[in-house]
């Protein structure tokens, strides 16, 4: 029985991981760092901003403090908010699928972006109502691939509703390798959006071209199989 749709957010519901991309390279260029945008996609996605960092000072040497580290994360949320005031952020048919599903379901997003970066959008767009639980990066000890933000929203969703939820129970929309290995590790059913990897990338239950092929009844197939 389905009882729950998670979307992962930045690559799913925000075309932002370009923005996020050009943020990245604007904070290290003024440190004098080079950071393709292939080498961002091949090996940083899936990490928050804390670890992106993180590894990165590990992959090259560069033994950067906490503070440095944090320097950086700081002035990268800052980048970010500038970037989004271009334009639409939102993925086309983003917000009719969470629409939909939430009127079907409770919905809630588990992501490894910053709980403020998520509010501001979704505050933007009208959607936070949406959401029964939000779980950023943040909110967890560790982020994806690691299962703890997923079984940290199965269980606000559980507290939020008042019932003992299973992940089982649960759909996990996602874009990345990152994220479905997040979700499967939880126990959650799985569903691609082949947003920003090529389907063969994407290990899910089910693959989708965007969010307009979102249909509930397929995901209510995959938690009776």
Avoid at 20 to 43: M, N, Q, T, W
Avoid at 55 to 68: K, V
Avoid at 110 to 121: C, D, H, K, N, T
């Amino acid at each position: 029985m389905l009882r729950a749709i998670v979307f992962d957010f930045d690559g799913v519901i925000a075309n932002s991981e370009p923005l996020h991309y050009r943020a990245f390279r604007e904070v290290l260029e003024k440190s004098g760092i080079a950071f393709p945008e292939k080498e961002y996609f091949d090996r940083y996605l899936g990490y928050d901003d804390i670890g992106v960092f993180k590894a990165l000072s590990a992959d090259r040497g560069l033994s950067w403090t906490t503070d440095r580290v944090a320097g950086f994360v700081s002035s990268k949320a800052d980048t970010l908010e500038r970037l989004e005031q271009d334009g639409p952020i939102l993925f086309a048919g983003a917000e009719a699928a969470i629409r939909r599903a939430a009127a079907r379901v409770p919905v809630a997003i588990a992501s490894g972006a910053l709980g403020v970066e998520i509010r501001r959008v979704l505050d933007r767009e009208g959607l936070t109502s949406c959401f029964k639980a939000i779980v950023a990066a943040e909110d967890t000890p560790v982020s994806k691939p690691a299962a703890d933000p997923y079984l940290r929203v199965v269980s606000l969703l559980g507290e939020a509703l008042g019932v003992t939820l299973r992940p089982s129970e649960c759909v996990a929309i996602e874009d990345s390798p990152w994220g479905l290995e997040s979700a499967t590790a939880a126990g959650l059913h799985t569903v691609a959006v082949a947003h920003t990897y090529a389907r063969a990338a994407l290990d899910a239950e089910l693959v989708i071209s965007s969010l307009d092929d979102l249909d509930i009844i397929a995901l209510e197939r995959l938690c009776v199989t």
